[in-house]
């Protein structure tokens, strides 16, 4: 007589995705930025972490089977909906980070297409420049979080901080300003305007193109707690433009 | 001579600018391109007869000083030769023309299947061939807008995490799954096994049910999936042969699945009551009235009284419950029209002519019935029309009209 082992499977609702070359990283690092168990850490268990918890605070509500950008999106306005918040932000940020980022070597082979270069020069300068803006804001952050180049409805670029899980998509909820201190009278304004546009309903057409992880867990084994400097300007090395140029819209062929 | 060569070496520039290789046959002979190079040959040719007349005009001038004298010394013969001494074009222009139009009738003979390709590899903004781009200094208009988000949902909308193996109710009516891939696991998830109670169990149900569980009758799955396969391909024969389904779902929650299903396979509907007599009664003739060929094109054939009061039967009726449409049952019993209907432990499978054992009160269960139905309508109906196209072409009839009784 047989005995029959009962077929138990056991899967979440959310599942970390793979990146594309994660065998490679997870065996190796991203050579020029991040060592293999740093990479374990910042992305492989932390993207299971994330994703487990969403599940789990997603489960039986709405947002069951909604993806996490559709999450932040629909929760981004409500304060009761923090920790669902929290975790899809972050799984959306995380991921939006990791996937733009190769190994340094193959970084070179990667060129950024003209409209978006065209558009850096205008605003920025030159792509230098615009490097060490970016690089300069993610380092000038005290605490965790984002930065984001992103695109507005004005075909303009601007660079934002995003404090801890700030978003992007939402000028009510990117949590630019660090609200830990006492903050500047125009931070201020700042603050009392965007109520109003939120009172008003006011949309933001903001979408991201680059993101810089400036999360402590993604720096601090391999560059330690003074080495933030260091993994910004070999973060710069290691992007992946193939993978923004993807994400840069046009609206001419 | 070298003028000759100078035309033929700027001749080869502008072919290979236009992106057309030619080998010329004849070593001197330019080779035409387009208009323009035309143009240029029929200057050079002039140039080249200036050139030999002016070389024979310039020796003759040493004798004399009357060059058209000269020319109109010649013989008409002599003449001749001289005007078409100049290497002619060659006729190789001919074979390109047709060429060309021989591959811009392939294209547009083939312009259906060129639709597709193009679709599924152009970028999205090909898909909106009116949209008016703004320029770079104006910011994005609402149009342009939401492209712009279509295109960033495509591109990093699902960044985050996988979901997979979800229920979402709307896939039932938009995307329903096909005869051939429909699961126990599917019906299962649905609810499909779960019939009623046993005090309330229909013996003639006996062969489709699995076993009993907590009080109620479970429906077994895999006589569920054979029955399912055996109706849709009932559905699928009837829209091949030009029938009209009607799809009945009386529920509250069937409506959509059900107008989404007689969409497909070209059918009809009924969702809210069943109005006693629609067939067996039928008080109000439909009109006005036409005839259709198998493709249906209306025939715009006059139509004789009997055709014109004639009663319009479907051909086959899909009900989601026959025990909540008994009448309807009736109807379709006297007006001999067959019927399927899913069937479920406290109904008689009698009722309908091709049963399907499963639960009838799961919304859920019903919309994957009925959609799996309205997809193997569709194929049907496609195959329909597709044989007619085909047949069509055979003839060289054009598609528009209607086949005659004739053909």
Redesign the interface.
């Known amino acids: 007589m047989s005995f029959l082992r009962p077929l138990v499977s056991k899967?979440s609702?959310?599942?970390?995705?793979k990146l594309e070359l994660q065998g490679k990283f997870a065996s190796e690092g991203i050579s020029g930025l991040m060592s293999q168990q740093q990479f374990k850490t910042a992305w492989i268990d932390y993207?299971d972490y994330?994703?487990k918890n969403?599940s789990l605070k997603t489960v039986g509500t709405e947002f069951?089977?909604?993806?996490?950008?559709a999450i932040v999106l629909s929760s981004a306005r409500k304060q009761h909906l923090g920790p669902i918040f929290h975790y899809?932000s972050q799984?959306?940020n995380?991921?939006?980070f990791f996937?733009q980022l190769v190994p340094s070597e193959s970084s070179r082979s990667s060129l950024i297409r003209p409209t978006l270069l065209n558009r850096i020069n205008e605003q920025y300068g030159g792509l230098d420049n615009f490097k060490n803006e970016l690089l300069f804001k993610a380092d000038s952050m005290t605490g965790n979080g984002w930065v984001f180049l992103i695109e507005t409805?004005?075909?303009t670029l601007q660079i934002i901080t995003c404090n801890n899980d700030g978003t992007p998509y939402y000028y009510g909820r990117n949590q630019s300003l660090d609200l830990n201190g006492a903050i500047e009278l125009s931070d201020y304004d700042l603050l009392i305007s965007n109520k109003e546009k939120m009172l008003a309903h006011v949309k933001d057409?903001s979408?991201?193109l680059l993101c810089v992880n400036v999360w402590e867990h993604a720096y601090i084994e391999d560059y330690g707690i003074t080495g933030k400097a260091d993994y910004l300007e070999k973060f710069w090395n290691c992007i992946n433009w193939d993978i923004v140029n993807?994400?840069v819209?046009s609206?001419?062929? | 001579m070298s003028l000759a060569r100078s035309c033929i070496s700027t001749r080869k520039c502008l072919a290979t600018l236009a992106g057309i290789r030619f080998v010329s046959t004849a070593t001197n002979a330019p080779v035409p391109a387009s208009h323009e190079t035309q143009k240029e040959i029929k200057e050079s040719d002039e140039k080249i007869e200036n050139k030999e007349i002016s070389t024979k005009s310039i020796a003759a001038l040493h004798e004399d000083d009357d060059i058209l004298q000269h020319i109109s010394e010649l013989t008409v013969g002599q003449f001749e030769t001289l005007i078409n001494s100049a290497p002619k074009p060659s006729l190789n222009r001919d074979e390109v023309v047709l060429k060309k139009f021989q591959q811009l009738l392939k294209t547009y003979i083939n312009r259906d299947e060129l639709k597709r390709e193009f679709r599924s590899s152009s970028?999205l903004?090909?898909q909106f061939p009116n949209?008016v781009?703004?320029s770079?200094s104006?910011?994005?208009s609402d149009a342009?807008?939401a492209?712009?988000?279509r295109?960033?949902a495509q591109?990093?909308?699902?960044?985050?995490?996988?979901?997979?193996?979800?229920?979402?109710p709307h896939q039932l009516i938009n995307r329903p799954p096909r005869p051939n891939q429909i699961t126990v696991s599917k019906l299962l998830a649905c609810g499909a096994h779960l019939g009623h109670s046993t005090a309330l169990w229909n013996n003639a149900t006996q062969p489709f049910i699995y076993g009993e569980y907590k009080g109620i009758h479970v429906i077994d799955m895999d006589k569920t999936v054979s029955f399912l396969k055996r109706a849709s391909k009932i559905v699928e024969g009837v829209t091949e042969s030009g029938g009209l389904v009607l799809f009945l779902g009386l529920r509250e929650g069937q409506m959509r699945a059900v107008k989404e299903a007689a969409r497909r396979c070209n059918g009809y509907y009924v969702t809210h009551k069943w109005v006693p007599g629609t067939i067996t009664n039928s008080l109000e003739n439909p009109k006005p009235r036409q005839e259709v060929d198998m493709g249906d094109i209306p025939t715009k054939r006059e139509l004789n009284q009997d055709e014109t009061r004639k009663v319009i039967k479907p051909d086959l009726i899909v009900m989601l419950s026959p025990l909540e449409s008994k009448v309807a049952v009736k109807e379709a019993n006297q007006a001999r029209i067959p019927t399927i209907g899913i069937v479920d432990t406290n109904c008689d499978p009698q009722l309908v002519t091709y049963p399907i054992p499963a639960n009838d009160d799961s919304i859920r269960a019903t919309n994957l019935i009925c959609g799996v139905l309205g997809k193997a309508g569709e194929a049907g109906y496609r195959r329909r029309l597709q044989a007619v196209r085909q047949y069509k072409e055979k003839l060289s009839v054009p598609e528009d009209e209607p086949l005659s009784a004739t053909d």
């Open positions: 899967r609702l959310h599942l970390a995705p993207q994330l994703t969403l069951e089977t909604r993806t996490p950008l899809a799984a959306h995380n991921h939006l996937q409805k004005d075909k057409y979408l991201p993807k994400r819209f609206n001419v062929q | 970028s903004l090909s949209l781009p703004t770079k104006e910011s994005y342009e807008l492209i712009r988000q295109h960033h591109v990093m909308g699902k960044l985050g995490s996988v979901v997979r193996d979800v229920y979402r």
